[in-house]
C-alpha cells in the first residue's frame, strides 16, 4: 500500500508564486512516472505536468513556461512550482503517482488564486 501526502497549496494574488507538494510513502518498490493533475469545479480533470523516473517532462499547453515539475527519488516526492499564477489556474490539484502494478492519487490541495 502506498500513501500520498500532498501540501503546499493555497490562496495567492494573480502573478504570485505557490509550490506544492507530494511525498509518497509505504510499501514501495519502484515509482515509475509522477504527476500533477487539477480538476476545477465544473470542468473534468487534466493534467497538468508529468515527470518520468529519467526526469524527462511534459506541461500542459496552459502551464508551459510558468510551471516547473521536479522530483527528488530519494524522497519520493515530487514537486510543483508555480509562477505568474492566473485565476484560471483555481482548483484542486492532485497528484499521481505510477508504480509497476498500481496508479495511485493523492487528496488533492486547493489552489485559489485570485484576481
Known amino acids: 500500500q502506498v500513501q500520498l501526502v500532498e501540501s503546499g497549496g493555497g490562496l495567492v494574488q494573480a502573478g504570485g508564486s505557490l509550490r506544492v507538494s507530494c511525498a509518497a510513502s509505504?510499501?514501495?518498490?519502484?515509482?515509475?512516472?509522477m504527476g500533477w493533475y487539477r480538476q476545477a469545479p465544473g470542468k473534468q480533470r487534466e493534467l497538468v505536468a508529468r515527470?518520468?523516473?529519467?526526469?524527462?517532462?511534459n506541461y500542459a499547453d496552459s502551464v508551459k513556461g510558468r510551471f516547473t515539475i521536479s522530483r527528488d527519488n530519494a524522497k519520493n516526492t515530487v514537486y510543483l512550482q508555480m509562477n505568474s499564477l492566473k485565476p484560471e489556474d483555481t482548483a484542486v490539484y492532485y497528484c499521481?503517482?505510477?508504480?509497476?502494478?498500481?496508479?495511485?492519487w493523492g487528496q488533492g490541495t486547493q489552489v485559489t488564486v485570485s484576481s
Open positions: 515527470i518520468t523516473s529519467a526526469g524527462s517532462t
Open positions: 509505504g510499501r514501495i518498490f519502484r515509482i515509475n512516472n
Open positions: 499521481n503517482v505510477e508504480t509497476l502494478s498500481f496508479v495511485y
